[in-house]
């Protein structure tokens, strides 16, 4: 079947099999980014954001994005130029291994669309659907609070 | 909290990572985000029975399935015996395994695998292999593996190094020191303690893949989520009969290890497939498969007993310990010997000591190399066992560690009589700043103000406990690590090194130690590892290795490096070398104050005069292990009513030398004692009476969330450690041994009652309420 979304701002118009997973698709069209840490919904490291919201790309079929804008981390920022949050996560030595790290940047992002003075609980609350095995949380919710107080500055884009 | 240190330069810094930019942008570094074109994909036929014979398979039905291009089982595959565990020479695992064999020994065992177009067919292929099994009675309990008549899980012929096949034990120690029974009769106050660590996984958050192709010449690489790029050369190339000069092992960036991919699993299998088939394959273990097929933790059963004088110092400490390694022996006898090397001689006042025990087969999952190696078991049971012999004194548990610590001078005769699966070697600590992890630590917890109070909020208790704990930094006689260190023409430099970053941030660190000692910022060092075609050995990212073995070899090849600079600039400024420093990318001469940068250092010997490359290769081996070590402090409440456990601050004050990267040091300990949180609250592997693992997925085998993390403060205690890079020595494992025994001190505190089973789920620790009558 025919498949019309905005990918990272770019539209797509492409075949694709009424049962692939969006994970998959999304890979195949070479968001690596978009990680398959369980397939089951549980880990979070396949998280992008749907028309702003984030949802785990493994439990979602391709036609579920028909007509709707997928942002993925590389829609997000780039190594010569990085979102500000993806700053945060470099400076407070948030990425260890950084297989959770697309996910976990995706749903701060959400958060921080709408709300711009988060709790350290706010945050936490934010990315508690997304595991990480390395960190033990506590220099990611840096990282986040960190981005927040950035864009209450006025520095992000 | 960042570590103060004296090195001025990129040591003691927490840098950039140096591969931080390219995971923030999302780039495709990993195993799997690497696209060969033509790929066949590779999957597994696991074994639905615990122990079974396999009576014949048939494979007609499934080579029929369009797009099936290799099926791999017992009857097509060369029998050679090997282990999977990648360890150093000589290999301390019993060769106990074959690609595939005749016989399955768990549930997920290694029945047959396929290679196919797409992963559709290769799913339909695997349903259609016919496989006759005689099922076998199964052996679900190491005390069910050791009882007289018990089913031989390892009947086969040709395993080597198997301790008593007949009887299932894999390994067996026994070590004493002194007289333990006449101390421990005689000793002024005795206690004891038995901890019990069920099967628990790694759970990094990148499952287990490899991607296996053919390069121009023909010769095949395989691209691998491995902690071992060297190790899987070697073993691969035994396993599937293949050159070792004609396999390059690549590691690129990968999702976490912490020992599970200490292991070479789907390495050989790739291969095999692509050989056969003359084309790629890329296999991955889904989540399931990472649970039951790859490693967990050894589940051991730890007894402990104490005797101590009147004024606390410990005379004998008796260690008997019970290890399950599962259906293979991977890390069996060193997992089992670590219980004790890592933990006897942090008590080194006690004169008569004992350790000993069996490591045996069981028809369940594999276990293998997990961070704390033994030393997270072993700690369990050791330092609850201390606070109960605390209590007997009525003594302080600070007070009795503090009475009976190694402290720099001091040795421990385990040193030398437990090694790495054979003899260790003597040494002596020269940094120990344990007794000010204990001050620190203890002041930031509010010790002495909280502990014994048991204050009240609602059905909640609120307890403080506490631990300690050291490790080794790197394996003495067996490790050895290289690095090269190239200068490029434009001055800036090129460090090469089989050290494998898994995450833990060594890349980054590595540059750091070269950067200190060429007097350059970091970004000037261009890190390459882990590339068996390019990068001289390594031993692998284990046992707390990288910083310091690894550390050393790149210090020593910037030495070198170092002096060739001096020399080339010192011929270009008609000076001697010893008038000449190296600072701030460039070289001064004190005598004159002329400057030569290092881009011009670098021309001249490329292109102008004497040309020649300046480069140095150096390694380094382990004679000595220098151990860091930690104190540990928590708070917990624990609900009288439900049995729930919330742990609700976490302090840990460590010594690891001085840190090269504090954040990324600091890191290490938070996520260790994040994943030992999970170890005493809910992190438990279930089995049915088959022998089927029940929980073998992230919904059903439960990870600490963020919102299950309390505060964790991580305060690094600088010592300085004479033989480390800059002062340094390791950090990554020591994190994983407090949790469990201050968690279950401090719930003893809150409650008065002593889980010594874990998890301490609510039911666990409700029964334990019910039983004291509380």
Known sequence: ?157 | MAVETRHRGAVGQSVTKVDGPSLVAGKPVFTLDHDVPGALVGKILPSPHAHAAIVSIDTAEAEAVPGVRAILHHGNVPRVPYTTAGQGWPEPSPYDTVLFDRKVRFVGDRVAAVAAETEEAAEEALRKIRVEYKVLPAVLSPEEALADGAPVIHDEPDAEGIYDAKHNIVAAVDIPVGDVASALAEAHVTAEATCEIPYSQHAAIEPHGVIAYFDEAGRLVLRTSTQVPFHVRRIVARVVGLDPARIRVIKPRIGGGFGSKQEILLEPVAALLALRTGRPVRMAYSREEVFIASRTRHPMRVAVKLGAGKDGVLQAIDMEVLSNTGAYGAHALTVLSNVGSKTLPLYNKAPHLRFRGKAVYTNLPVAGAYRGYGATQGYFALEVAMDRLAEALGMDPIELRKRNHIRVGETSPIFEKIGEGREGTAQVVRSCALADCLRIGAERIGWKENRGRRREDGPWVHGLGMACAMQGSGITGVDMAAATLVMQDDGSFRLLVGATDLGTGSDTILAQIAAQELGVPVDRVLVYSSDTDFTPFDTGAYASSTTYVSGNAVLRAAQSVHRQILDVAAAALGERPEVLELAEGAVASRKTGRRLTLGEIGHRATYVVDQRQIAATASFTCPESPPPFAAFFCEVAVDRETGVVRVERFVVAADCGVAIHPKAAEGQLEGAILQGIGHALCEEMLFAPSGRCVNAGFFDYKLPSSLDTPRIEAILVPSEEPTGPWGAKSISEIGINGPLPAISNAIYDAVGVRLTRAPFTPERVLLALRAAGK
């Not at chain 1, 291994?97 to 709408?114: D, H, K, R, S």
């Not at chain 1, 934010?126 to 107080?149: F, S």
């Open chain 1, 1 to 157: 079947m025919k498949l019309l979304f905005e990918l990272n701002g770019v539209p797509q118009y492409l075949d694709v099999e009424p049962g692939e997973r969006l994970l998959r698709l999304l890979r195949r069209l070479g968001m690596k980014s978009v990680k398959e840490g369980c397939g089951t919904g549980d880990c979070g490291a396949c998280t992008v954001l749907v028309d702003g919201r984030a949802v785990r790309s493994c439990l979602m079929v391709a036609p579920q994005v028909q007509g709707r804008r997928v942002l993925t981390l590389e829609g997000l920022g780039s190594v010569d130029d990085p979102h500000p949050l993806q700053q945060a996560f470099l400076d407070a030595g948030a990425v260890q291994c950084g297989f959770c790290t697309p996910g976990m940047i995706l749903v701060a992002y959400e958060l921080l669309q709408g709300n711009d003075d988060p709790s350290p609980e706010d945050v936490r609350k934010a990315i508690a659907g997304n595991l990480c095995r390395c960190t033990g949380y506590v220099k990611i919710a840096d990282a986040v609070l960190l981005a927040a107080r950035w864009k209450q500055e006025g520095k992000w884009r």
